[in-house]
C-alpha cells in the first residue's frame, strides 16, 4: 500500500529556549491531528494490479493514521487492472485496512458498464471477492429500474447486486412499484428475482390499476412480464375482480395474464365466481378463458356452470361454455347436459345446446 500526501502544518506551538541539547526531540503536537491537502489511498495486488486509488481535496488522520475523515473524495475502484467503479463524496471518511477500504458520507458510485449508480452512506470495497457492499439509505438506479434498499451487496465479476431489508422499487415502463425484503438484480441481463412475499402496484398514470400480493416473483425488464409464485392474489381495478392462484404470468404490454395451474376469479359486485384448472385474464378486453373443468358459480341464487372451456366477458358478464357442458339451478330444480352453452349465471338466463350429435339431456330434480 502506498499513501502519498502533500503536508499542511497547522497549529505547532512557540519555540521554548534549553540550556541543554537534547538526544531526541519530544513528539510535536501535529501528530496526534495530523492535516493534510491532496490526499491519495492507493492499493496494489502482488502482481502490481491496482485495487484502488482514491482522492481528496482534504483530510484530517486518526491519530492511528488508519482512518481520514475527508472532503471532495473521488476515486476508482479495480477489478483486473481495469476500473470498474468510480466514487465521489462531497465529505467522508476513508478507512484502509489490508484488502479492503472503506469510504463513509454520501457515496456515489458508478457501475461503468451498466450505466448503474449506487449510492449509500457507507460503501466497503473487497476487491479480492470482487465484493462491493453498500449500506444506509441504500439506492440503486437505473434509467429502467430503481431501488431502495437498507443494504446491498454486488458481485462486480457477475454483475450481480443482492438488495436487502426494507425494499422498493420502481419502473418506468411499465410504470410499477414494488415492496419486498429481499431481491437478485442481474444486472446485465436486466433480470429481477425475489424469493420473499412480494406486493406490486400497476399504475395507469397517476392511478393505480392493480394490485398484487405474491410469495416471490421474476422478471426480465426488458420484457415486460412478471411471474409470479407461490400464493398470489391480484385485486384489478377495471375490471373489478379478484384473481388468485398459484403461478401467474403478466404480460404488462397485453395487460394479459396467463395461469398454468388452478386459479380463482371473483367478481364480488356480481357475485359470481369461478374456477379452473388453467385460464387467462385479459384486463384490457375485459375476458377471463377458463379451460380443464372450469366452473361458474352465482352466489345470489346458487346457479352453476361446468364446461370444459368458458369465456366470460366480464364487463357484459356474457358466459359461453364449450365441452362437456353441465348447468344446473335451484329454481326451479333443473339440469341441462350438452356441449355448448350462452347467457348469464346471475339471472338463470342459460341456453344449453348440442352440436347435432348428440341432443340435450334435460333433468329435473325431485325437491
Known amino acids: 500500500m502506498s499513501i502519498v500526501w502533500t503536508i499542511a502544518i497547522v497549529g505547532i506551538g512557540g519555540c521554548q529556549m534549553t540550556t541543554k541539547p537534547q538526544a531526541s526531540p519530544t513528539p510535536s503536537p501535529i501528530e496526534a491531528k495530523l492535516e493534510l491537502d491532496n490526499l491519495s489511498f492507493e492499493q496494489v495486488d502482488k502482481q502490481g494490479k491496482p485495487w484502488w486509488k482514491v482522492r481528496a481535496q482534504h483530510g484530517v488522520y486518526s491519530p492511528d493514521k488508519k482512518r481520514a475523515k475527508v472532503t471532495n473524495l473521488e476515486g476508482d475502484l479495480y477489478q483486473d487492472g481495469r476500473v470498474i467503479l468510480h466514487v465521489t463524496a462531497k465529505t467522508g471518511e476513508v478507512e484502509q485496512e489490508g484488502e479492503k477500504v472503506v469510504l463513509r458520507g454520501d457515496v456515489v458510485t458508478k457501475e461503468t458498464r451498466n450505466n448503474l449508480i449506487l449510492i449509500g452512506q457507507e460503501v466497503e470495497w473487497q476487491p479480492k471477492v470482487d465484493l462491493l457492499t453498500i449500506r444506509d439509505r441504500v439506492q440503486a438506479n437505473q434509467p429502467k429500474f430503481q431501488a431502495n434498499a437498507n ?217
Open 151 to 367: 443494504e446491498g451487496k454486488y458481485l462486480s465479476r457477475k454483475q450481480q447486486m443482492d438488495l436487502y431489508g426494507k425494499i422498493t422499487t420502481f419502473s418506468q415502463d411499465p410504470r410499477l412499484a414494488m415492496q419486498t425484503e429481499h431481491l437478485t438484480w442481474f444486472v446485465k441481463d436486466q433480470k429481477v428475482i425475489g424469493d420473499r412475499p412480494t406486493q406490486i402496484q400497476r399504475y395507469q398514470g397517476k392511478q393505480i390499476t392493480a394490485n398484487v400480493v405474491a410469495n416471490g416473483f421474476s422478471t426480465v425488464i426488458d420484457r415486460k412480464i412478471i411471474n409470479l409464485q407461490g400464493k398470489v392474489q391480484l385485486n384489478a381495478t377495471k375490471p373489478l375482480i379478484q384473481a388468485n392462484g398459484e403461478s401467474f404470468s403478466w404480460n404488462l404490454d397485453r395487460e394479459l395474464v396467463t395461469a398454468d395451474r388452478p386459479l380463482t376469479i371473483v367478481h364480488q359486485q356480481e357475485a359470481v365466481t369461478f374456477n379452473a384448472n388453467s385460464g387467462e385474464l385479459d384486463l384490457k378486453a375485459s375476458t377471463a378463458t377458463l379451460t380443464g373443468n372450469a366452473r361458474g358459480l352465482a352466489t345470489r341464487n346458487q346457479a352453476k356452470l361446468r364446461a370444459d372451456r368458458l369465456i366470460w366477458e366480464i364487463t357484459s358478464q356474457q358466459l359461453v361454455g364449450t365441452g362437456n357442458v353441465v348447468y344446473q339451478q335451484i329454481n326451479p330444480l333443473i339440469k341441462f347436459t350438452g356441449t355448448r352453452s350462452i347467457g348469464k349465471l346471475q339471472d338463470q338466463s342459460i341456453v344449453v345446446s348440442s352440436d347435432g350429435k348428440q341432443q340435450v339431456q334435460t333433468e329435473f330434480i325431485p325437491k
